[in-house]
């Protein structure tokens, strides 16, 4: 896209009815610009209608491009939007982009999160990149997971277990692509 289609994309995301939205949105999927890609993840945090952020979390979700992917995590892990950040979350792990850079991320947002859904979505977005997660990586967060599952909520135990579980496979080997 050359500046002024993305100054067009830009005022399309703001002032198109749903119905020309999709068709907008459509055209992202198939020629679009990172630049613009943090404007499109905002219609998370907007008013739009749930078909809006269906179709963006479906984007989000057949990202193949990594720094592409690595926008949205940042989005992700950025937003004050807990719905947007848990749907986000549920939308990357299914992309099944490499995160596992972003592993101390991931682990930071899974001990801070304050409801089981949103810990057991991030849990899976690192379960699913352990493969890549390097030993020493894996101690690191185990400590941090060790540390943090000792003022845990209760009902957050199990979830801590299996994080816990899933990093001494990677500190063994034993972990499955």
Same mark, same amino acid.
């Given at each position: 896209?050359?500046?002024?289609?993305?100054k067009l994309?830009?005022?399309?995301l703001?002032?198109e009815?749903?119905?020309?939205l999709?068709?907008?949105?459509d055209? &992202?999927?198939n020629?679009?610009?990172?630049?613009?890609?943090?404007?499109? #993840?905002? /219609? *998370? $945090?907007?008013?739009?209608?749930? @078909?809006?952020t269906d179709?963006?979390?479906s984007?989000?979700?057949?990202?193949?491009?990594?720094?592409?992917?690595?926008?949205?995590?940042?989005y992700?892990?950025?937003?004050?939007?807990r719905?947007?950040?848990?749907q986000?979350i549920?939308?990357?792990?299914?992309?099944?982009?490499?995160f596992?850079?972003?592993?101390?991320?991931?682990t930071?947002? &899974?001990?801070?999160s304050?409801d089981f859904?949103?810990?057991?979505?991030? #849990?899976t /977005? *690192? $379960?699913?990149?352990a493969?890549? @997660?390097?030993?020493?990586?894996?101690?690191?967060l185990?400590?941090?997971?060790?540390e943090h599952?000792k003022t845990?909520?209760?009902e957050?135990?199990g979830?801590?277990?299996?994080?816990k579980?899933?990093?001494?496979?990677i500190?063994s080997g034993?972990v499955?692509?």
């Amino acid at each position: 896209m050359n500046n002024a289609e993305k100054k067009l994309f830009l005022s399309k995301l703001k002032t198109e009815t749903d119905e020309q939205l999709l068709k907008t949105l459509d055209f &992202f999927r198939n020629n679009g610009d990172t630049d613009v890609l943090p404007d499109v #993840l905002r /219609l *998370l $945090e907007s008013e739009r209608s749930q @078909i809006i952020t269906d179709c963006v979390l479906s984007l989000v979700g057949d990202l193949k491009n990594q720094t592409a992917s690595d926008i949205a995590f940042d989005y992700m892990s950025q937003t004050n939007n807990r719905t947007a950040q848990k749907q986000m979350i549920t939308a990357l792990w299914q992309s099944e982009a490499d995160f596992s850079h972003k592993a101390d991320e991931i682990t930071r947002i &899974f001990t801070q999160s304050d409801d089981f859904e949103t810990a057991f979505e991030i #849990l899976t /977005l *690192l $379960e699913n990149n352990a493969c890549n @997660i390097n030993k020493d990586t894996a101690e690191n967060l185990l400590s941090t997971i060790s540390e943090h599952s000792k003022t845990a909520k209760s009902e957050f135990q199990g979830i801590y277990d299996a994080a816990k579980q899933h990093l001494y496979n990677i500190i063994s080997g034993n972990v499955d692509d």
